[in-house]
């Protein structure tokens, strides 16, 4: 969800909310300069104002205020008027739409609520700050800023961390926010949603009153045991739990005050009145959940509902699905067919029973409906719900169902209806916003594999598209894509025209738009996986030629990166020093390299996408390319490194899935990655431990795969398995047939034929090379000679049409959706460059391939001299 922020800026691609800051809605002090004898300056979407020589200590006790946007204006005037007579620095949020943004309903739960950030100098200024600005800001209300301690009952939070921007790693290797401790060692700055102190840090005498204040609040005394969480977001929690009066199990619905705001400008205790109020109007029906009860416990309110058992109908949708399935018979179309027949009848006249009470349910989709054990369908979550003569729009609403601008009352209902409809055959509504024209296109599909009614979908489509023409319809649907290398040229000079069409080279965050990831990390622009250099790779592999203006932007930058620029190969700077090699920049690739080698690289974690296997992997290129020994010793450095913590065979490396909390498994950041790196080794020394090795490595993520009814082997996610290129099975494939090119394995061969049947789904959600159906044509295109994977495998050929789903255009040019499919994206990882290129990797006369995963050409090769092993006897770290 947090995607839905970066869909604000621009209606074809994502972007920044930060590019908001300087128009006509900020706040006057971020429009006006800086007053005499203070410095303004720009922090992501922070203005800063210090006073000129002063000198703060890189961490401390820190105030955070918080605002309403109803309150901010007089906030911001207040902190202002007292912070600049007595030069206290200060940085705050330039507009009510950053503020919006930073409270949203699926904005990070640890920084919501911060609006305003006071630097006190020392504790005793801390203690000074908060007793004169608190009763000036007395009464004042804003959302409780979890990662704190409250002063008082007003809007000042305090919380211990850094005041400059330094970074370190953390234990899984990722380059976060950090603070010193005693020692002088970087340690991770913690910005949970718990207020805590760091473990060498004394809580200071005068806020003692106020944490024991904050530590009264608990549950003890509530007539409900609350057992598990189901969901977390900004605006509170949902949890399970049982009454202690009755036995019943219920479900506690959590709204925080001033938070988790929507678009409309609604919080949470909004949103919860309001599905109160519908459920009481409900009261009776068996299709909506029964309202049990209501209470407040510090601030916080809870609504109390019955528990229904049963899945979300987009759980059963994804179960049952025959799509899936690399192979369906009739018996699989025809029994999913009527299950969904049944479904929709039971939905609408669900929807129908609620419009006969007064209401329109809002925010209808298939993750708002639950299915008990005896199929009876249950409508849930009313925060969106309105009165039927309510003349506003769409409160809530979930990507795919966002209705457009206009439609009130029923007709919200109608429309979320008609998408269902077609969602539950091909959930492809994602796409509606960018073209409504996709309708027609998807419910052709959809009757022509499915064996519905005669004129099932043609209501549903006039309802998207409009009045029956289409006039909702963005743009004209491109032409289909066709498996033949008569087609390519112009399949390949389209993609390439909306790409370069999309640049934006005066901008210096980015050159082509791509996924979000370009704006959560200092330099997301520039590398492989999200930035210029992976779009410019991609398009002078396949034959787009070369573009020098653009190269000298990604030059440019890379040259002069930011403060804290990730390192890896898919994520930073190695990925980009790669590119610039591959485009002929040598020196600047070498300079980069260096770079790059002068940071704290040892700690990172193990995985290809921006750790130590990526690293070692271009290490080890540019040591080959250049005959640099000290490059060369650098790549086995690394090597020795992911040996030592790699583990056995029945263990994984540290490295985490921080949603689902199981192990992360796959070709980007799973053990594959260090597997590859460990075969290219091998391939170039001869060491034999280099390959035992690596099939230790891809036993570890096998450990972490799963069968699959059909016969497809997908990593299990514990919620979900993944068949894709770059955190599914498919990649693990790819590096797995590498091994069984020098090593017989029958367990490998196994897992290797079972990888490829995951490869040949007839349907994936999304398109990209790393997450979609693009990566699977590279996959299954690698083992054919260069231009004849779609003439040889009619999967390979079946799955470049299918792409057509998928296409867009983007000014009269062939374009795909990015990740969550909500808007365009030129990238490699997500977006048109990926799809270039896995579309070149089947139809291409020339190799197409991604760095490092094309069969070595040294395999058969004499062995140059065999280096020191990794580890183990006669072992140790090369010198």
């Known amino acids: 969800m947090r995607y839905e922020a970066f869909c604000l800026m621009d209606p074809d691609f994502y972007d920044t909310p930060a590019r908001a800051k300087g128009q006509s809605d900020s706040f006057e002090l971020a429009r006006c300069p800086a ?131 330094r970074t370190c790693l953390s234990p899984e290797g990722e380059l976060v926010p950090a603070i010193e401790d005693p020692s002088g060692r970087l340690v991770p700055d913690v910005r949970g949603p718990v207020f805590r102190v760091p473990d060498w840090v004394t809580l200071p005498a005068f806020l003692e009153p106020h944490l024991a204040e904050r530590n009264s609040t608990t549950v003890a005394d509530l007539p409900y045991r609350i057992e598990s969480a189901l969901h977390f977001s900004n605006g509170g929690g949902l949890y399970t739990g049982h009454d202690l009066r009755t036995g019943q199990r219920v479900v506690l619905k959590e709204a925080r005050p001033y938070a988790g705001l929507t678009l409309d400008g609604a919080d949470a205790v909004t949103r919860q009145h309001r599905e109160r109020d519908a459920l009481e109007r409900l009261r009776g029906l068996d299709c909506v959940p029964a309202l049990l009860d209501h209470f407040v416990l510090g601030e916080h309110h809870f609504l109390v509902e019955e528990f229904v058992e049963g899945p979300t109908l987009n759980t059963l949708f994804v179960e049952r699905c025959p799509l899936v399935l690399p192979e369906t018979t009739a018996m699989d179309t025809e029994g999913y067919t009527a299950w969904v027949l049944d479904m929709l009848d039971q939905v609408e006249r669900a929807v129908d029973a609620v419009h006969a009470r007064g209401l329109v349910v809002g925010d209808l989709h298939a993750d708002n409906m639950l299915v008990r054990p005896d199929g009876r369908l249950v409508l849930i979550d009313f925060e969106g719900a309105a009165d039927v003569t309510d003349p506003g729009s769409q409160r809530l609403a979930a990507p795919g169902f966002v209705v457009p601008r206009g439609l009130t009352g029923p007709d919200i209902d109608r429309y979320a209806l008609a998408c269902l409809r077609l969602f539950l055959f091909l959930p492809l509504t994602n796409l509606f916003p960018l073209d409504a024209g996709k309708a027609r296109q998807l419910a052709d599909e959809a009757a022509r594999t499915f064996p519905v009614p005669p004129g099932f979908f043609d209501d549903a489509v006039r309802t998207i598209t409009g009045d029956g023409t289409g006039v909702r319809a963005a743009s004209a649907t491109p032409q289909r894509l066709e498996p033949d290398r008569q087609s390519w040229p112009r399949t390949r000079a389209s993609l390439a025209d909306a790409i370069l069409a999309a640049a934006t080279p005066e901008r210096d965050d980015r050159l082509f738009p791509g996924d979000v990831e370009q704006f959560t990390v200092p330099g997301g622009g520039l590398g492989l996986a999200h930035g210029a250099a992976g779009v410019l790779y991609a398009l002078e592999v396949v034959g787009a030629g070369r573009h020098p203006d653009h190269e000298e932007w990604l030059v440019r930058h890379a040259l002069h990166p930011e403060p804290g620029a990730r390192l890896g190969l898919y994520d930073g700077l190695h990925g980009v020093a790669y590119a610039l090699g591959h485009l002929g920049h040598r020196e600047e690739a070498t300079k980069v390299l260096d770079m790059c080698l002068g940071e704290q690289w040892q700690r990172l974690g193990l995985d290809l996408h921006g750790g130590l296997a990526g ?265």
């Open 35 to 165: 007053p005499d004898g203070w410095t303004r300056s720009d922090l992501e979407s922070w203005v800063v104002l210090t006073p000129d020589g002063l000198v703060l200590p890189p961490q401390g006790w820190k105030i955070h205020v918080s605002a309403t946007p109803g309150t901010a204006r007089d906030v911001l005037t207040a902190v202002r008027d007292y912070c600049v007579p007595a030069r206290i620095a200060f940085k705050f949020l330039p507009s009510e739409d950053h503020l919006l943004l930073a409270n949203a309903k699926y904005a990070p739960r640890g920084s919501s609520g911060k609006f305003v950030t006071i630097y006190p100098a020392d504790e005793a200024q801390l203690e000074t700050v908060l007793h004169e600005l608190g009763p000036v800001l007395a009464g004042r209300p804003g959302p409780y800023i979890l990662s704190d301690l409250r002063w008082g009952d007003g809007p000042l939070y305090v919380r211990y961390g850094g005041f400059a921007v």
């Open 615 to 879: 690293i070692g992997l271009n290490l080890q290129h540019f040591a080959a390319a250049t005959g640099d020994p000290a490059l060369r010793d650098a790549a086995l450095a690394v090597a020795a490194l992911v040996a030592d913590r790699l583990g056995p065979d029945d263990e994984t490396d540290d490295e985490t899935d921080d949603d689902a909390g199981t192990p992360t498994a796959g070709l980007l950041h799973g053990s594959t990655g260090p597997a590859l790196m460990f075969l290219r080794l091998y391939e170039h020394t001869g060491d034999p431990e280099f390959l035992d090795l690596a099939g230790t490595a891809l036993r570890q993520d096998l450990r972490r795969c799963v069968l699959r009814e059909g016969g497809s082997m997908e990593v299990d996610e514990g919620w979900r398995t993944l068949p894709y290129l770059g955190t599914g099975s498919a990649g693990i494939g790819l590096v797995l047939d590498d091994y069984l090119a020098h090593r017989q394995d029958d367990t490998f061969q196994a897992a290797s034929a079972a990888i490829r049947t995951a490869a040949t789904g007839r349907f994936y959600i999304q398109s990209g090379l790393f997450q979609g159906l693009a990566g699977m044509i590279l996959c299954l295109s690698r083992s054919h000679p260069p231009g004849a994977a779609a003439q040889r495998d009619p999967v390979v050929a079946a799955h470049i049409r299918r792409l057509s789903r998928h296409a867009l255009a983007y000014r009269g040019h062939l374009a795909f959706p990015g990740e969550q499919l909500m808007r365009l994206s030129t990238d490699l990882a997500t977006g048109s460059a990926g799809v270039l290129l896995a579309v070149g990797s089947a139809l291409h006369t020339s190799p197409v391939r991604l760095p490092f995963l094309a069969p070595s050409d040294r395999r058969n090769a004499p062995h140059g001299p065999v280096p020191p092993s990794p580890r183990g006897q006669g072992g140790g770290e090369p010198s």
